[in-house]
């Protein structure tokens, strides 16, 4: 099992959809898990952190299932601007600080 | 915002040369890493630094790599003898506290010919 798993899509979705990307990870001990987004050729930058409690950033909820390794985003009123990669990240057990990366999965948002 | 700077934006060498990849990580950050992409491919861990020395390092970190904080400021990642399989994006991140999500530099395209 990949240490971390996303449907690479890509999802295509009209403007105001709703969106939801899921991601699954191997590794019972990791202890924080990110959202980020990655423009074609750019940085990834930071979208949000991942909590049990879920948090919800504007249009973006992130939500995390420790019981079944599973994190998820939902886009609402999903823009044009959103189309990009979308990276789920965890990171390493304990002390072991190193993102481990999804391959990603490509939003295209259509007019 | 603060942000963590990447210099050269774009770096053509000849396979077998030295390459240094410069960063300036954000300035009250501890935490300073190394990740690259390869085109298509998934980000990969490189090293990570903090106090001055290597905390972490990848199996993709061998020999030919080198890290340093010179200065105080800068940040940079030396590639003694590039291969041409080590033409890829190289970007630099920082975070101010281990369990931050990191700010990640615009990053290097490096291409080896």
């Known amino acids: 099992r990949k240490e971390v798993e996303q449907d690479p899509g890509p999802f295509n979705v009209p403007e105001g959809a709703t969106v939801a990307f899921n991601c699954t990870y191997s590794n019972s001990a990791s202890q924080s898990f990110f959202w980020y987004r990655q423009d074609c050729r750019k940085e990834p930058k930071l979208l949000m952190s991942?909590?049990?409690?879920?948090n919800e950033d504007g249009r973006f909820t992130a939500q995390l299932n420790r019981a079944s390794q599973y994190i998820s985003l939902l886009i609402r009123d999903s823009k044009l601007s959103d189309s990009a990669t979308y990276l789920c990240v965890g990171t390493g057990a304990g002390n072991n600080r190193k993102l481990i990366w999804g391959l990603g999965t490509s939003l295209a948002v259509n007019p | 915002e603060p942000e963590v700077t990447q210099t050269p934006s774009h770096q053509v060498t000849q396979m077998g040369q030295e390459v240094i990849l410069r960063c300036v990580p954000i300035?009250?950050?501890?935490?300073f890493y190394w990740y690259r992409q390869i085109l298509g491919q998934k980000v990969e861990f490189l090293v990570s630094?903090?106090?001055?020395?290597?905390?972490?390092k990848s199996e993709i970190f061998d020999d030919q790599f080198s890290v340093e904080r010179p200065d105080g400021s800068n940040f940079t990642l030396k590639i003694r003898s590039t291969k041409l399989e080590d033409s890829a994006m190289y970007f630099c991140?920082?975070?101010?506290?281990?369990?931050?999500?990191?700010?990640f530099g615009s990053g290097t395209r490096l291409t080896v010919v």
């Open positions: 630094f903090y106090n001055n020395e290597i905390s972490e």
């Open positions: 991942v909590y049990s409690s879920g």
């Open positions: 991140a920082s975070s101010a506290r281990q369990r931050d999500g990191y700010t």
């Open positions: 300035s009250n950050h501890l935490y």
